[in-house]
Each structure stands twice: as structure tokens, then as C-alpha cells.
């Protein structure tokens, strides 16, 4: 921070003044002094914190004596002064003016101090003679008391309340400070004096709490301050703080102050110095320290001392009591601010709020960006980014954060030391401690794109060097190390600065290092005659500036390299020095110019002769092409969430305001005078000013001197259009961008098609429509400006906006893409008629409607585009799978196949087996329908269902056969076409013996049909021995049952225990069947040889059951068998059976037609010759060999290729296949 005094105010009469207190809110001042002197005053400041006038000054009557203490209630403005005599009197504003509201005289003792608290609803007013009076806001004493210690009364000093007005503490004339509670009035504690603990009995000079809106948060800092006459001072962060920063100041202290913001305490006194002729002489002081305890500035004031300090309530100014006058001096705090890329980055804290709220404000377009930081330390600025610095709480560490102008963070790097100073450019940045450097050359982000997308730039970017070193050390390491913290030192760093060649560090003696840039080498260190706090580079690096410690501005020339040296030199000064100067900035395009802030004027100077001041309090952010960039920080802090454009205020140097005057009159005159006052702005101010009045001689010689290549091409051309001067005039306007007066031009020449083309050139589309309807283009450019136009909408995300002009232009290719966006379809179904057949867009328009799922539209789309192939995978995509395979069979597509196999997958997955049979059949995949069939044929077996079985038996058998003559046809090679077929049906039993499960359960229902007859159970008995090769498809229990009661009811007995075995070992496996007595037999109602079977005797364990019954009561019933009435049913039935009838009898066999010997009837081939017999489908009967007779007659079925005796088809009166049901006639 700096501060310096700016105005006086000197006191009628020379009445020494005691007190002044400043009203945070309102901006009145009070200031008492000696003869009952009491005024309020008030100073009216100007928007740029330059000048300042009284606009009150009001004498109050009504003290005698001397004012010792006055003090305002700011919530209720109220005005409370005090006397020698004890006299309080509480004063009110009415109507401008200032009236006595309540008085109070006590006259024993004198009022030492007084102390509103934070609400302004009490009042603490202490006496010499140790008397309290505790009162309310309306008057009324809430309690009084004598505070005594040891019998004595105490004789006190100081009041101050608590934040929360829960505590008073009370200074003493002994320098004790007591904690008494607010309510009762009753002692707490004492407050121990730290900084005063090698010399008690030091007088107060000051007590002072801050009044911290956060007060009930932790790692607050220090709040309260307690101040000794012997200049020694503790900060507390509350009363009980047993660990407080303790400071000395080395003065004589007699008051103290915090600023209205708790930041900053300013303590008051007199420092005895010695004159170079031997005599001492008090001087009159205020120091200034933050709540660290870090000194930060000494401001020194004439007088004899200084009776009383009060800030102002944004903390920028500070009145100060001194002999008969009142100081005031301005304050420029430390703001954590910086200005690149157009951007103004600024930090601040919010009440309430512990973290820095950080604002990234462009001041060319307002936008604005907001983050918050922990513990923000500093901030800088370079190039097109900014640095951060902030501690790390998890860590322990420093964190440097790189960051965009919108605040994003690029990159980061940790430090281990506590930064003092930064400084960066815009490739490195330099951070410094006390004693050790950090150099970082970081990447810097070079697009746009990388700007709005970190993380990729992260990824481009290759890793920056970084270098780290002690002050001391002479030679810095290639690599990135440790600090060597043994070495110790007592210089201490405290100022740096960097360009693009050197680094500079700046030590508190005045020594500077310089380092060189890139390779980061020490090469040389002078020495100044002053302490530095700021330095800075000019743009070539040929001259340092340096402001030090109390404000004094000073340059030196950097050595030459022949002149380095690494043991300190004197380093060469100017013949040149400024006081109190707290800001400064050199010229980014020329080394001699540079602006500096002296007090509130703002001085220019080229080279060290300075142009008149310009009255200002703005910070410089920028100075570049004689024009200085500044903002009124003092501004945007009092609204830091709303910064406002009028805060930044652009000053031309004297030079560019010359040259302007000068234009108006002559070019000659001008030209002479920036021939003798160079600089690449005025040349170019001259050549536009040249180019306005046709001087096209002067003006290329102007752009000759500021090497603008483009403005001399621009003059060759204008040259060639010496005949029409409106032209060259309409040119030149738009040259120097006031397009207005260069279309109004081409309108005076009725060339409206120039005004459209230079509209064109900028993007104005609007303008480019309105000259085009006026007649200044063609359709075709109007169209291309309805095209523009719509973009600079759909840009912005304003659709509906954007399609209204691509209608305007037919752009039907973005009309659909943003008819899409704004879900508009019925506006995009009209597209479908507006397109003409073919077009590409149609295919984009279909697959827009099918990803909202608008299938019709967008098999439509598809369709007019002739892509059918895309209008059946839309319904496909979308589930309409009928709609597919219409498509599909109405284009006959070469994929039909495919897609209906896909939509029969579909349905399976639905559980729609018919459906996806039928699709399956269409598409002629045969495998899979008998696969279908034949796991619906083993459902219904599975439910008892048997007639249903065979059904799907027959019909999966079917489908093999006709794969079969499917892959003959497709295959010339009848061997091959049945090897590939075999080996395509290999993997599923279903395929290896077609109709193997159709006998199944033909023989199984046949079997039951001839028991059911009862006319020849032997047959039934051998029907059913038959299905002993076919147990993988007929349910092992119903299977043997029915063997075992047609083996018994034909007495041969051996066959029936051989079932009962096998049946018993199903028992024991707990195989019951879970079988459904054939609840969907009503659903085959159709005419068949056995549509009876599955009403009259599916379950054979029914007839089983009856067997029971029989032993047990004599006679064969029909009667029902329960599994679960006895443990083991089978066991028990075959030990009845089988102890009456023993398993002892000859079956019946046959002889074989060909070798005659005898086997099984039911056997499938000759025992003794291997051939293979064929079974009558009707009877059950093994065939003989065709005699010829017709009893031995064979009709063979040409579909199923089985074989019947043609006698028991005729007994039978059918004509159709008993297996297959075919017509034996038919083909």
C-alpha cells in the first residue's frame, strides 16, 4: 500500500484539536478541541478521487471545556461528545443541520472514553475515578458501577465492546485491560499484556476491537488490538488468545485505528530522531501494518503530535488530529488485481465469506467470469494469461495456478516455500520468498479452441522448465532441485521484476541480481541507494524503474554485457527522482515513454521531460500507442460484483492530442511536427487524415514511415481511381472502418451493388437484404444473405428465428436439421413433398424421422429417395417388422429372406411361435421351422398331449425334407448336396431322423388304440415293445407302464416284470412325470385315426392304477392312481402281480423273410442277417416281403416314404397316409 497526505484543514483560531471521528456511513466528520470547540464536517470528493470540498461545516454549541472524546452511533446517526467536565451531550441531525437530542452532566470526574456497540443499541462511558455507565440508545442507564481492584477504585482509560456486545473490556491508567460481562457487569478475567511482559506498569495508548461480521468463524485473523505507549502492540484474535502477534513499532505510540474493513491498523505517535548537527527532534508518524503484523507503510506528519486518527469508511483516506489542523492522507491499498487480453481480473472478499471471490471482466464486452479461491496470496498478470498464488491447507504447499482470461485453469505447479513477489510475462513467471526463486517457463495457450477447452490443451502441450534456487547460490542447476536451506541470509528479497530478457530480484539492500533469459544464468549484480518495493523493464530492457519503500520513483541503466560483473557494482543512476509515486508503466512500443501516478495527478513522460499532469486516482493497466488504459479500482472495490464500463478511462499522451489539433489545420505543419516527434501512431493518424483529403503523396509516405504495407498497397490502388473521387472517398471510409459513410457514398453514386458487396465483405446480411430489395444485387446474392442471416440466429440458438430465413432461402438441408432441433414435424413431413425424388437430403429427412421413431415418415423419406433397403431397416430399427417384410416382398428385395428371419427371431423373443413359424416357412430357413416344430411337439408331449406331438413331429419333418430337396436343387452333385445337407443337421437330433419322433407318438397312440379295442392285445403288447427304441421321446413312465399293462393283460409276464424293473428304477429316482392330463386335446378336434386317444386313455398310469384295484378288489375299474398314496406304488403292485403270475413265458417272434430265421416281432432288423424290416403304420405289424397277394399287398406313403399293408388301409376305408396324412395317391 502507499499513502500520502492530500489536504489540510486548518482550525479557527488555532484551537488545538483532541478528537476526530469520521461516520463510516454518511461521511461526517466531528472534531473537538480545546474551548468547548465541536464541529461536524463533511467532504465532497470528485468521481476520480482527485480534489475534495467542504460541503458542511457546522460549529455545535454547547461545551465548555475540552472535548476529550467524541464517537458516532452510525445505525441511528447520532453525534456523542464529551468534555473535561464531565459533560456528555448526544446530538441529532434535523433538517440539515445538527441539535442537541439528550444531555448528561456528572461532574465528579471526567469522561475518558465512550463506546457504542455494533448495533448501536448500548453505550459503555467510563470516568477517570473507575465510575461505568452502561445505557441505551433512547437514554435509559441499564446499569452503572464503580470498578474497583484491591479496594481502590480503577482508574480507567479505555472502553471497547466485544463484536457481539457480550463482553466490555476496560483499559486501565496501569495498562491492565479487564474482560468484564456485559450483562451483570461482573469481572471475568484479565487480559494479559504479552508485549509488555518485560515492563509492567506501561501506560494504554489504545484499544481497539474490530468489529468482524465473521466473528464466530475460526482461523479468523486478529480482531483485536491493544496498544502501550511504548510503541508495542498485540493482535488478538479474541480475548483469550494466548498466542498473539506481538509488534514493536519504535515510536512513542499515542493512538490507534483500525480501517473499516479490519485489514489494515494504523497506530499514531512520535519517533525521536538525531539532526546531522547532533540535536534530536520529535517527529510525528503513523505506521501502518496488516493483521499479519507486517509493517506496510510509514507516513510521516508535520506537528507535534498526533492526538487522534479516524478512517474513512471505505478505508481510502484517514483524518488525522494534529496540533490545530486536520490531515487527511490518501491510502492506495494493495488491490490483488491485474490487466491482460482485454481483461480485468480483480479479487475481493464478501462478507461473511472466507474464501477471495475473483472477477474475470472483459472490459471490451462486459462479460464477466466468477471464481472463488482459498487463501489467495497474489496475483499477476502477462501475455494472454494470469497467475494465481494461493496455500494449499491439505498439503501444506504453495500452488501457482495459470489461468485464461475467462478464469479457466491452463496449468498449475506447487511450491514448498511462502511467495512475497511475482512477476510474469507471457511465457514465464517468477515467484520469489524471502530467500529463494522459482523461475517457471510455462506453455502458454495459443487458440482460441485450446482456451475453451483446457484439457486438450494440456494434452499439446509439452511440459514447461521450471528452475529453483537459493539468492545466494551463484550457479543454478539444469534441473529442477531442492533448495539448499543451510545457507542463511539476512538481505532479504524483496522486490522482482521480468522481461523478456532478464529476471530481476531486488534484496532490502539495494542489491539486484540479474538473471538472463532463456538459459536462466546469473550474470551480473549492482546496486541501488534505495530500498526497492516495485521495478519494472522497459520494453527493451535497457532501463529499470524503481519506486522504493517511502514512494520515490528512480531509474538506472541496465550494464552492459561487457560490463557484468557477480560482485555487486554501483549500479548508474539517472539524474532523475519523483516523490510520492505509487504506480508506474513503460510504453509497450517505446522505450523512452512512460506514465506514473504522483499523488492524484498522472504524469507522461518521453524520455525524463514530463507533459502536463492529468488529475487521476486510476490504476495504469496499459500504455501502448500513446494512449494509457486505466481504471478507477477505488470504483469497482465499493461494487465489486458490478464493475462498470465508465471505470475504465483510456488518456492520450500530449503528442497524439497535438498532432490531432494540428491536423485540423495544415498537413504540412503536422507532418514537420511528427517528423520531429516520431512515432508510429501519429504517422499513422497522419495518413488517414492525408487520405481524407485525396493528399495521396503525404499519405504514403505516412505509411512508409509506420511500415503498414497494406496501407501503401490500399494508396497504389486508389490511385487507379482518379476519376471518380467519391469512390476513392466511399474506399477510404470503409478502409478506416466507418462503413456508414462509405454506403452512403456508394448510395450518392447510385452504386448500391458496391454498398452490398462491402456489406457482404463485413458479414451485415441485414443491410446486404435491404440494398438487395432496393436493387442492389441479385436473387442469388439474396439468397446466400437469407442464408447468412439464418446462421447468425442459429449461432446464437435462436431457431425458430434461423429457419424463418433458411425457409426465405430453401435451405432445405438446414431447414431439416433445425426443424429436427425444434422438433418440429410436421414441418418436416411437408419437406418429404417439397424434395424431389432422389435427393440425398431425403435419405438425411428419413433418418431424422426414425430416430424420434416416427416410422411412416421415414419409410416415406426413404421410399422417394429410392432406398428401399433403408425404408425396411428404419422399420426393422423401430420394431415395425410387418411392415418390413411387406416392403421387403413388395420390392422384392434379395435380403427378404434375411429380414424375415430377423423379425421371426423377433417374435420367438416375444414368445410368438406361430408367427415366427409362418415367417420362418416365407423365408424358407426349413431348419429353423423344424426346430420350432419340434420343440412345440416335445411341449405338448411333455403335457401329455400326444396327437399334438405327432402334429409338430410331422410337420418338422416336413420342413427336413423340404431343406433336403432345397439344398439338392441349389447343388448339382447329388452325393455333395446330401453330404453338405447331413452336415448343416448334424449338431440337432431333430434333423438326424426326420420323422423318428412322429413314429414316437404314433406308436405310442396306436398302442393304446389297441388295448383300447381289446381285440388283439398281443399286437398292442408288440406296438407298444416297439417304442422301446424311441424312450428319448416318450416319457419313461408312461412308456413302461404302458409296455408293462399291455405285456400283462397279454399274460406274458416276463415282458411285464422287465417293465416293472425299469419302472421301479424310475421310482427310485423320484422321474414321475409332471404331466398336464391333456387340458388342450379339445383344440384337435379335426378327424385322425386316434382323436380319441387323449380323452379316453392318455395317462396310462390310470390303467395302472386299475391293475391295483383289481388285486385288491377282484375286477378291472377304471379308476384314477394316485403317485403320492404309498411310498413305492410300482414295488408294491409288482410283488402282487409277480407272487401269483411268475415271470416265466415265450414271447412271439417271427421269421425272417429272407433268412428265415426266428426273431422278436417287434425287432427292427434281422437278429442273424442285419436286414431291416419295415413296420405297417396301421398295425403295427412287421411287413413281410410283397408276395403279391393282396393280403401281403404293400402301399408305401410318397411324402413320409413309410409303408401300411394295403389290406388294413381298405379295413380302414382311408386314403390318406396314417403317419403323414398325405394322400397315398397324390404327389
Keep these: 500500500m502507499f499513502v500520502y497526505l492530500s489536504k489540510k484543514i486548518a482550525i479557527p483560531n488555532g484551537v488545538k484539536l483532541r478528537s476526530v471521528a469520521w461516520n463510516a456511513d454518511q461521511g461526517w466528520i466531528a472534531c473537538g478541541g480545546d474551548n468547548g470547540l465541536l464541529k ?83 453505550i459503555c462511558i467510563v470516568y477517570e475515578d473507575g465510575c461505568v455507565i452502561v445505557g441505551s440508545v433512547d437514554g435509559n442507564r441499564l446499569w452503572g458501577k464503580e470498578l474497583r481492584s484491591g479496594g481502590k477504585p480503577l482508574q480507567l482509560t479505555h472502553v471497547q465492546w466485544s463484536p457481539d456486545a457480550k463482553m466490555i473490556l476496560f483499559g486501565t491508567v496501569s495498562g491492565e485491560v479487564h474482560r468484564y460481562d456485559a450483562t451483570s457487569g461482573n469481572c471475568v478475567s484479565k487480559i494479559q499484556g504479552y508485549c509488555v511482559e518485560d515492563s509492567p506498569g506501561v501506560k494504554l495508548c489504545g484499544l481497539e476491537w474490530y468489529d468482524n461480521p465473521d466473528h464466530g468463524f475460526d482461523n479468523l485473523p486478529p480482531t483485536l488490538a491493544v496498544c502501550y505507549e511504548n510503541g508495542r502492540c498485540q493482535l488478538m484474535r479474541n480475548e483469550m488468545d494466548d498466542k498473539p502477534i506481538l509488534i514493536d513499532t519504535g515510536m512513542k505510540a499515542t493512538k490507534i485505528k483500525w480501517n473499516c474493513q ?16 547532533g540535536e534530536k527532534k520529535e517527529l510525528s ?13 510509514t507516513l510521516k ?77 497474489h496475483i499477476a498478470t502477462g501475455g494472454d494469461n494470469c ?66 477447452d483446457p484439457q486438450a490443451a494440456n494434452a499439446r502441450r509439452k511440459e514447461g522448465k521450471e528452475r529453483v534456487f537459493h539468492i545466494e547460490d551463484l550457479q543454478i542447476d539444469d534441473e529442477l532441485g531442492q533448495v539448499k536451506r543451510a545457507m542463511v541470509t539476512t538481505d532479504m528479497v524483496c522486490a522482482s521484476c521480468i522481461s523478456d530478457k532478464f529476471v530481476l530480484i531486488g534484496r532490502e539492500s539495494g542489491t539486484v541480481h540479474v538473471y538472463k533469459l532463456p538459459e536462466i544464468k546469473l550474470v551480473d549484480k549492482f546496486v541501488m541507494s534505495c530500498r526497492p518495493q516495485a521495478m519494472e523493464l522497459n520494453c527493451t530492457s535497457t532501463t529499470l524503474s524503481v519506486i522504493d519503500i517511502i514512494g520515490v520513483l528512480t531509474f538506472y541503466t541496465m550494464p552492459k554485457p561487457e560490463n557484468y560483473s557477480l560482485h555487486p557494482t554501483q549500479g548508474n543512476a539517472l539524474a532523475f527522482e519523483r516523490k510520492d509515486v505509487w504506480d508506474m508503466k513503460w510504453a509497450s512500443d517505446n522505450e523512452e515513454l512512460f506514465a506514473m501516478m504522483e499523488k492524484t495527478r498522472m504524469y507522461i513522460f518521453r524520455g525524463l521531460d514530463p507533459e502536463e499532469p492529468i488529475l487521476s486516482s486510476a490504476n495504469i493497466c496499459a500504455f501502448s500507442n500513446l494512449k494509457i488504459k486505466a481504471v478507477v479500482l477505488d470504483e469497482i472495490m465499493s461494487e465489486p460484483e458490478h464493475p462498470q464500463k465508465d471505470c475504465v478511462i483510456n488518456f492520450e499522451t500530449k503528442s497524439l492530442r497535438d498532432t490531432r489539433e494540428l491536423l485540423k489545420t495544415t498537413i504540412k505543419d503536422a507532418y514537420e511536427f511528427i517528423d520531429k516527434n516520431p512515432h508510429p501512431r501519429l ?43 467519391t469512390k476513392q472517398q466511399a474506399e477510404i471510409a470503409a478502409y478506416f472502418l466507418r462503413f456508414d459513410d462509405a454506403e452512403r457514398l456508394y448510395r450518392e453514386i447510385d452504386r448500391k451493388d458496391l454498398a452490398a458487396e462491402l456489406r457482404m465483405r463485413l458479414g451485415d446480411w441485414f443491410k446486404v437484404v435491404q440494398l438487395v430489395q432496393e436493387g442492389g444485387l441479385d436473387d442469388v446474392h439474396i439468397q446466400e444473405a437469407w442464408n447468412n442471416i439464418g446462421d447468425y440466429y442459429a449461432d446464437r440458438q435462436k431457431w425458430s428465428k434461423a429457419v424463418q430465413y433458411y425457409n426465405q432461402a430453401k435451405n432445405y438441408e438446414k431447414l431439416v436439421e433445425y426443424y429436427h432441433i425444434l422438433e418440429d414435424y410436421k414441418n418436416m413431413q411437408k419437406l418429404i413433398d417439397v424434395l424431389p425424388e432422389g435427393s440425398p437430403l431425403l435419405v438425411t429427412l428419413g433418418h431424422r424421422f426414425a430416430s424420434v421413431g416416427l416410422s411412416n415418415d421415414a419409410v416415406t423419406s426413404f421410399l422417394k429417395a429410392d432406398k428401399v433397403k433403408l425404408a425396411v431397416d428404419a422399420c426393422i430399427e423401430l420394431n415395425q417388422w410387418s411392415k418390413a417384410v411387406q416392403l421387403a416382398e413388395k420390392y422384392e428385395l434379395p435380403e427378404i429372406s434375411s429380414y424375415l428371419a430377423k423379425y421371426a427371431n423377433h417374435l420367438v423373443e416375444k414368445d410368438d411361435i406361430p408367427q415366427a413359424i409362418e415367417l420362418y416357412q416365407k423365408a424358407e430357413y426349413h431348419t429353423e421351422v423344424a426346430k420350432l416344430l419340434a420343440n412345440l411337439g416335445k411341449e405338448s408331449s411333455k403335457k401329455g398331449n400326444y396327437a399334438r406331438a405327432k402334429k409338430f413331429y410331422v410337420l418338422a419333418a416336413i420342413a427336413i425334407d423340404k431343406y433336403k430337396k432345397k439344398a439338392l436343387s441349389h447343388q448339382g452333385n447329388m452325393v455333395d448336396a446330401l453330404l453338405s445337407a447331413d452336415k448343416q443337421t448334424a449338431t440337432d437330433r431333430t434333423f438326424d431322423n426326420a420323422w423318428k419322433g412322429a413314429e414316437a407318438h404314433h406308436y ?92 379316453k386313455g392318455s395317462n396310462i398310469l390310470n390303467a395302472v392304477g386299475a391293475l391295483s384295484k383289481k388285486f385288491g378288489q377282484g375286477k378291472i375299474a377304471a379308476a384314477s392312481f394316485d403317485m403320492d398314496e404309498e411310498a413305492r406304488p410300482f414295488q408294491d403292485l409288482a410283488i402282487k402281480i409277480f407272487t401269483k403270475h411268475p415271470p416265466s413265458d415265450i414271447p412271439p417272434s417271427i421269421n425272417c423273410w429272407k433268412c428265415k430265421a426266428e426273431t422278436k416281432e417287434w425287432y427292427s432288423s434281422c437278429q442273424s442277417c442285419g436286414v431291416t424290416f419295415n413296420v405297417c403304420i396301421i398295425s403295427g405289424r412287421t411287413i413281410m416281403s410283397d408276395t403279391g397277394s393282396p393280403e401281403h399287398r404293400v402301399e408305401s406313403c410318397k411324402r413320409c416314404r413309410h409303408k401300411m399293408y394295403r389290406s388294413e388301409l381298405l379295413a380302414k376305408r382311408w386314403r390318406h397316409c396314417f403317419l403323414c396324412h398325405a394322400l397315398l395317391n397324390s404327389e
Design 285 to 297: 508518524m503513523v505506521q501502518f501494518y496488516n493483521t499479519q503484523g507486517q509493517h506496510l507503510r
Design 262 to 277: 479490519g485489514q489494515v491498523l494504523a497506530i499514531g505517535g512520535t519517533q525521536t530522531t538525531t539532526l546531522p548537527s
Design 40 to 122: 461536524v464536517l463533511k467532504l465532497e470528493i470528485d468521481r476520480n478521487k482527485t480534489t475534495s470540498n467542504l460541503s458542511m461545516n457546522q460549529t455545535l454549541d454547547g461545551h465548555e471545556g475540552s472535548i476529550s472524546v467524541v464517537g458516532w452511533n452510525e445505525q441511528y446517526r447520532k453525534l456523542t461528545s464529551s468534555d473535561q467536565n464531565g459533560l456528555i451531550i448526544v446530538w441529532m441531525l434535523h433538517k440539515g443541520m445538527w441539535f442537541e437530542e439528550m444531555i448528561n452532566n456528572r461532574n465528579r470526574s471526567v469522561v475518558k472514553d465512550l463506546c457504542w456497540t455494533s448495533d448501536g443499541q448500548k
Design 301 to 377: 506528519v508535520p506537528g507535534l503530535g498526533i492526538s487522534s486518527i479516524s478512517w474513512e469508511g471505505n478505508g481510502l483516506r484517514l483524518a488525522l488530529a494534529v496540533d490545530s489542523f486536520i490531515y487527511f492522507a490518501n491510502v492506495r491499498p494493495d488491490y490483488k488485481w491485474g490487466y491482460f487480453n482485454k481483461t480485468l481480473v480483480y479479487a475481493f472478499l464478501k462478507p461473511g465469506k472466507m474464501d477471495h471471490t475473483i472477477v474475470f471482466w472483459n472490459a471490451k464486452t462486459s462479460e464477466k467470469n466468477v471464481k472463488n479461491v482459498r487463501k489467495l496470496m
Design 683 to 725: 504517422w499513422a493518424l497522419l495518413a488517414e487524415q492525408a487520405l481524407e483529403q485525396l493528399d495521396f503523396v503525404v499519405a504514403e509516405k505516412a505509411f512508409v514511415k509506420c511500415k503498414d504495407y497494406q496501407g501503401i498497397q490500399f494508396v497504389k490502388r486508389l490511385k487507379q481511381l482518379d476519376k471518380d473521387k
Design 387 to 452: 497467475a494465481l498464488v494461493r496455500k494449499d491447507d491439505t498439503s501444506g504447499q504453495y500452488i501457482i495456478i495459470l489461468c485464461n482470461a475467462i478464469g479457466s485453469p491452463i496449468d498449475s505447479k506447487y511450491v514448498d516455500f511462502e511467495p512475497t513477489t511475482i512477476a510474469m510475462t507471457g511465457t514465464h513467471v517468477v515467484v520469489t520468498s524471502e530467500d529463494v526463486v522459482y523461475i517457471w517457463q510455462y506453455r502458454s495457450v495459443t487458440s482460441k479452441d485450446d482456451a475453451l
Design 1004 to 1095: 405310442f397312440m396306436l398302442a393304446i388304440q389297441q388295448l383300447i379295442d381289446q381285440r388283439n392285445i398281443e399286437r398292442a403288447m408288440v406296438t407298444a415293445m416297439r417304442l422301446t427304441e424311441y424312450d428319448d421321446y416318450i416319457d419313461e413312465v408312461d412308456l413302461y407302464s404302458l409296455i408293462a399293462l399291455s405285456a400283462y393283460l397279454n399274460r406274458s409276464y416276463s415282458l411285464c416284470s422287465k417293465a416293472f424293473i425299469r419302472l421301479e428304477t424310475t421310482e427310485a429316482r423320484g422321474g414321475t412325470r409332471d404331466a398336464d392330463s391333456g387340458q388342450d386335446a379339445a383344440q384337435d378336434k379335426e378327424e385322425s385315426p386316434f382323436a380319441e386317444i387323449d380323452s
